[in-house]
């Protein structure tokens, strides 16, 4: 499997508990982005790391929304406390390196908050 | 307003038909994405442009920078073409790429 892989695929969490959800880029891809795509919207940007470095956190909706990719490869994004409006798919993508690259995704994780 | 529209919203055609999906965005994007989604909520990525043309199979896309326009058509549908095709860009800013998406095009192509 050489594509960009997530986990869980499917996740139900009730209201007000944490979840953790896993990406692994391609292997070697420099740049991560998480994307939120609420259902029958397009996807929204939420955050990009080059290598390990976040360098973009500015489409997280609020400070219960955590990400991190401490080696530079897997990245996991945690939201605290969850709520009804974080149920979407959560996408991520890779790049090969910085700079305008074409963006491999991932098949995603679906949220539902009950 | 969204910053990169697509029309139509939704389209249906008959199997055979050739199809055109147009996208227009008024920011300046270094380049020009185009994606497919399939239900179930994988995204492929078809091509990335920056000018002229590019083909691959039955799908060609096309760009033009100046009208900040770009077309994606599909020659002789079929119904596995059925998707969600979404156009998308990233800023011209250096270190970092993000995308702005656009609403999607639903494609439904019927035998």
């Known amino acids: 499997g050489a594509g960009v892989s997530q986990s869980p695929r499917y996740k139900v969490a009730k209201r007000g508990q944490d979840v953790a959800l896993r990406c692994d880029p391609i292997s070697g891809h420099v740049s991560l982005f998480w994307y939120q795509q609420a259902l029958g919207q397009g996807p929204e940007f939420l955050t990009y790391?080059?290598?390990?470095?976040?360098?973009?956190k500015s489409g997280l909706p609020s400070d219960r929304f955590f990400a991190e990719r401490p080696e530079g490869s897997v990245s996991t994004l945690k939201i605290q406390r969850t709520q009804q409006e974080d149920s979407a798919v959560y996408l991520c993508a890779s790049s090969r390196q910085g700079g305008v690259w074409e963006q491999y995704f991932g098949p995603g994780t679906r949220l539902t908050v009950t | 307003k969204n910053e990169v529209e697509q029309s139509p919203q939704n389209l249906t055609a008959q199997e055979g038909e050739f199809i055109t999906i147009n996208c227009s965005y008024s920011v300046g994007i270094s380049a020009l994405h185009w994606l497919q989604q399939h239900p179930g909520g994988g995204i492929v990525s078809l091509f990335m442009l920056s000018s002229g043309k590019k083909k691959h199979g039955r799908l060609i896309a096309t760009i033009n920078i100046q009208e900040k326009h770009s077309s994606l058509h599909i020659t002789a549908s079929h119904p596995r073409d059925s998707a969600v095709y979404i156009c998308a860009g990233p800023y011209s800013n250096f270190g970092n790429e993000k995308l702005t998406f656009g609403t999607g095009t639903r494609l439904t192509i019927i035998p």
């Open positions: 790391f080059q290598n390990e470095a976040q360098l973009d």
